[in-house]
């Protein structure tokens, strides 16, 4: 069979694809929506460019909100949270960010637009949510906004809200102990019971998490996806790696993204990798699979668990 190929000018330098198998994937589900036609969104934990070219497309917006006029539309306890939401300054003051926008380009830059790169999702909804610090109360502040727009969601069948699938956290604390953070390790399970799994980027350095730690990929909940970093030959070289705390490597060496100024290049980090597994999580709630959006909409925790367990499954053991 042909496989699709999205007609992005740059997507020959997206070496990544190729080894993760986008292009069968592509040929299901491009991403998007889900079997229901529910808007998949998936939340980045930091600020970044989606006004680029290519990010704009594909940018989240709460459409029941009505920006700045200093009222809570929606009611979902956050004044003119129309474009994300930023804990530190109670605004949706989310745009700018050089890292950020080159995570976004791994979860959702949009596919056959004709323009640079594609993402894991050729289309997907990206939620911004400043990050407020590597801390129990920074996490908490947080991720409590898509948290609480999900929980929305679930609790008025889509109404209200947003279908929030996955965070994505390209942060953390080398060194780190879950022992010391309690609330930022609980707060995945709050995220999980809601539907929500949160991917984390392990250290950028080769060492036993099992033994050092690190936070949040060590933390022990289920809903916790521990992401580290692999190059054009499925290796790991320069991150992180732990039998029992890390659960996937994702490419992340050398990898081809969007950047600010509507422009693109090459990185390399853990940053990247968990991104990459964000938007495939969105990816796999695309399915055309109305028995899969049944049990999510069942029981959201289970369905999440049941995406987990599909990532898991479908990894190249190396």
């Known amino acids: 069979e042909l496989r699709e190929v999205p007609n992005d000018t740059q997507y020959g330098q997206q070496w990544h694809h190729q080894n993760i198998n986008s292009e069968a994937a592509w ?15 998936v939340c980045i934990i930091e600020n970044a460019d989606l006004p680029h070219a290519d990010l704009i497309a594909n940018a989240w917006y709460n459409h029941q909100e009505i920006p700045g006029n200093g009222v809570d539309d929606d009611g979902n ?29 791994m979860i959702g830059a ?10 894991a999702n050729w289309n997907v909804k990206m939620m911004l949510v400043f990050n407020s610090g590597a801390n129990d109360s920074g996490v908490l502040a947080s991720h409590s906004y898509p948290l609480t727009m999900r929980r929305i969601y679930n609790q008025t069948q889509g109404a209200s809200g947003a279908f929030v699938v996955a965070t994505n956290g390209s942060w ?15 707060m ?25 730690g690190d936070l949040p990929t060590a933390c022990p909940s289920n809903y916790m996806i521990s992401v580290t970093a ?16 890390i659960d996937v490597g994702a490419p992340g060496e050398d990898v081809y993204t969007t950047r600010v100024g509507n422009t693109y290049g090459t990185n390399s980090g853990t940053s990247f990798a968990t991104p990459l597994t964000a938007g495939v999580i969105g990816l796999l709630y695309s399915a055309p699979c109305p028995g899969l959006m ?25």
């Open 27 to 41: 040929d299901i589900s491009t991403g998007g929506v889900t079997a229901d036609g529910d808007t998949i969104v």
């Open 77 to 105: 306890g956050y004044v003119d949270d129309y474009r994300g939401w930023n804990p530190n300054s109670q605004t949706d003051q989310v745009y700018g960010g050089t890292h950020g926008t080159q995570v976004a380009g």
């Open 110 to 119: 949009s596919g056959n637009n004709a323009t640079g790169v594609v993402g």
């Open 172 to 186: 953390g604390i080398n060194g780190g102990q879950p022992a010391d953070a309690p609330i930022w390790c609980a």
């Open 188 to 212: 995945y399970d709050s995220l999980g019971t809601v539907g929500i799994l949160g991917c984390g980027a392990t250290a950028n350095n080769n060492v036993d998490v099992d033994m050092v």
């Open 230 to 245: 692999t190059d054009s030959n499925d290796q790991r070289t320069f991150s992180g790696y732990g039998l029992t705390t």
């Open 294 to 318: 049944a049990l999510v909409k069942n029981d959201p925790q289970q369905g999440a668990l049941h995406i987990r367990e599909a990532l898991f499954d479908g990894v190249d053991q190396v």
